[in-house]
């Protein structure tokens, strides 16, 4: 089986296998450490073979937090609860990397003080909850991609094995990429070579910091779904940029807190029905058409992106989004599309799935869909968010997952931040 195989990283590194758990956001930590209930998490997913463990998002500065109990990694005076995490997942032989993030305009206004953007446009959901971001200057730019760096040499200081650049889903270093997001005139803005700026620099910074035998890689959008947003062909130049830049590898995803792709082309497609905010002439509605064809065979939402990135880049492509089979993983890898596959919701609901898919050809999960019946709630991809962040802090707590757990429970979890976003979709 191809997926039990390892794999070798540009920087020299070799994975055990082409299985990683890609980023959750955990939302567990104790006054934004890693606790009991991370290590524990961790320690389970760690104990069943899976290759690589990509971390939630590890914050660059606690004045910016994406979620309340985000993990913070500024400075070194708490590196061993840090490395009691590390440990904890890297027991039994798996590597942990950890996503290092910059919330950008998505840092609810409820939980941080400013709100930092490449330029002042306001997310376009929940006015209550996203302020007006502040557009960055030349120094403040600097001073973030510095912080990107300091946060990958403590990761490394941790007792982490790699780092990931967060530049998916509509955060800071995806905002730079975006056209919509960033109307800048300066060096950083306007062309793609210029929106690119900001993640080159992020990815020098953090090279510099963890040196070349350390593995750096990325999350990145293969599109936006916004009319007028990052698409596929900024999509291919980013990745090559990258890819001459001695990235490790490249995970595709896509979307944003404004049209949230990440768990599924299914509500990309909705949404873009409800909001028109798919442009067909870019080609995105016929690319995400036959995506969803293709997804009762093939199941992973993103492939026909990957498969044209890969004819672009050498660089490892890793591909994550809707696998719930060890055959359409195994197939993925094996057409030489994708090197590695990320699963993220099946490893809420059955952290030992690794083992099983690893040893088991047909193995598979089946996901129940999050729904409460409540329109208005079901379309917002932050209930999916909130309900397996109830799974995970049941994992953390040394608790079985509950696929019978009623997605209602997810939405005090939503906070005011998502439940103002919720209640202005309704009146929209
Ligand atoms: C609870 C939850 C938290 C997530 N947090 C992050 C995150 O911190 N960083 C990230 O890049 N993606 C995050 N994602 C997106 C997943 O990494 C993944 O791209 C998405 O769930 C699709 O993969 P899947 O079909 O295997 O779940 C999150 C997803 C869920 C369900």
Not at 407 to 421: F, K, Q, R
Request: proline letters at 5%; glycine letters at 8%; one cysteine or more.
């Amino acid at each position: 089986m191809k997926l039990a195989t390892p794999i070798t990283l540009p920087c020299g590194v070799t994975l055990r296998n082409r299985i990683a758990k890609s980023a959750m956001s955990e939302n567990l930590a104790v006054k934004n450490l890693p606790g009991e209930k991370l290590c524990k998490l961790y320690e389970t997913w760690g104990a069943n073979s899976i290759g690589l463990i990509i971390t939630g998002n590890v914050m660059v500065d606690g004045n910016e937090l994406g979620e309340p109990n985000n993990v913070v990694l500024e400075d070194d005076s708490h590196l061993p609860e840090f490395r009691s995490w590390t440990s904890a997942a890297k027991k039994n032989g798996a590597a942990i990397w950890a996503q290092i993030n910059h919330p950008g305009r998505q840092a609810p206004s409820a939980i941080s003080r400013v709100t930092v953007a490449p330029s002042a446009v306001k997310l376009k959901l929940g006015n209550l909850a996203f302020r007006t971001p502040h557009a960055l200057s030349e120094t403040e730019i600097h001073d973030i991609i510095a912080k990107f760096g300091r946060t990958a040499a403590l990761c490394k200081e941790a007792g982490f094995d790699g780092v990931q650049i967060h530049g998916a889903h509509g955060y800071l270093v995806s905002e730079f990429l975006s056209p919509l997001a960033n109307v800048r005139t300066d060096r950083w803005g306007g062309s793609i070579e210029n929106r690119m700026r900001f993640a080159l620099e992020v990815l020098r910074a953090m090279r510099k910091a963890v040196g070349a035998k350390f593995p750096v890689g990325i999350k990145m959008n293969s599109a936006d779904f916004q009319r007028g947003g990052f698409d596929e062909d900024d999509a291919i130049v980013v990745a090559q940029a990258l890819e001459a830049e001695g990235v490790d590898m490249i995970e595709i995803s896509g979307g944003s807190y404004e049209a949230s792709a990440m768990t599924g082309a299914q509500e990309v497609l909705k949404s873009a029905r409800d909001t028109k905010s798919l442009d067909a002439t870019t080609g995105a509605q016929e690319v995400l058409k036959s995506a969803l064809t293709s997804t009762a065979q093939r199941e992973a939402y993103f492939l026909p992106f990957a498969e044209r990135i890969r004819k672009s880049v050498k660089v490892p492509l890793m591909l994550t989004g809707g696998f719930r089979s060890a055959q359409a993983m195994n197939a993925a890898v094996e057409s030489g599309a994708v090197d590695i596959t990320g699963l993220a919701r099946p490893l809420a609901m059955e952290p030992e799935l690794a083992r099983r898919l690893l040893s088991d050809s047909t193995a598979r999960i089946e996901l129940k869909p999050v729904k409460t019946g409540i329109a208005a709630v079901d379309r917002m991809g932050a209930l999916e968010i909130g309900y397996y962040s109830l799974q995970l802090k049941r994992i953390g707590e040394g608790k079985k997952p509950d696929p019978h757990l009623s997605p209602l429970l997810a939405l005090p979890l939503l906070g005011l931040n998502y439940t103002s976003g919720i209640i202005s979709r309704m009146f929209r």
